[in-house]
């Protein structure tokens, strides 16, 4: 059976199987419950045996809302209640330090903790999401806590929830994560991280590259290297003349096939 809801959500169609309600028969003044950890769905309408309409209601759980920080009566909590996310998953969400509002102090308390904030703000790394936004975006988006837990393992332990959706959306597993991490390359923010996995840039090629000397280039510089195949072996080969050549170089001279192999 299809059940749509209407008003409370923009639309959502979900199918379910008649044993999820608690009674389901049919006559003029149909009453059945679906039952979720996140509250209750009340339904009254009619139903012939095949098709049927009604209206519903929903009672939020208190337990689970307290759990969240949130109100039973927070239309957003039958959102958590329709895609069934369980109280297991929030716990787990939590500690790992997300799905939760996070207070801080309204002022920095000194001028590396403002500089901290500043850049955690400009590139988008500073959590402002509720913790029912950032259960919906986790769960919408199959992001499990095992994989939040690997990322933060393989070091991205500041991150936002929405950084660990696009991590997951494009692919991103903790591995490489810990790959590009063991690289000897400096600390990489998400977007990076990203930009660099959908370029194919490989941890093995990064190190390669470091050890050859160029650990501290620009990202955009790494990219054009690994565009022209450049290696770290093509690069020790283009330095064993003497001096160091800059990525500029390097490009040129691959070029006019003059690194050679």
Known sequence: ???????ALPISVDEYPVSRFSVLAEGT??????????GTLHFRGSFDGKRGHGTFTF????????????????????????????????????????????????????LHEYLRWHFRDLFG????????????????????????????????RDVSSWDLVELHQHGVDSAYVQGLAASGYQRLFPFQIIELHQH??????????????????????????????IDG?????????????TPEDLISLQARGRLGR
Do not use: C
Not at 29 to 38: G, I, N, Q, S
Not at 202 to 227: F, K, M
């Open 59 to 110: 009672a939020g759980d208190p337990a689970y809302a307290k759990e969240i920080g949130a109100r039973p009566s927070d239309l957003r909590l039958l959102e958590l209640a329709v895609y069934d996310i369980p109280l297991s998953y929030v716990r787990e969400m939590r500690e790992l330090g997300y799905a939760r509002p996070v207070p801080r102090q309204a002022r920095p308390r000194n």
């Open 233 to 245: 072996d093509a690069i020790r080969r283009a330095g064993s003349s003497g001096g160091r050549l």
């Open 200 to 229: 194919g840039i490989s941890p093995d090629w990064l190190r390669g590259v470091v050890q050859a000397g160029y650990g501290n280039v620009a990202q955009d510089q790494l990219i054009t290297l690994h565009e022209h195949g």
């Open 1 to 7: 059976y299809t059940l749509s809801l209407h008003d």
């Open 125 to 156: 790394h500073r959590d402002h999401d509720s913790s029912l936004q950032q259960l919906e975006a986790f769960h919408a988006h199959g992001v499990t806590p095992d994989f939040v837990r690997g990322m933060q393992e393989a070091g991205l």
């Open 29 to 38: 003044d149909v009453r059945f419950e679906l039952r979720r950890e996140a």
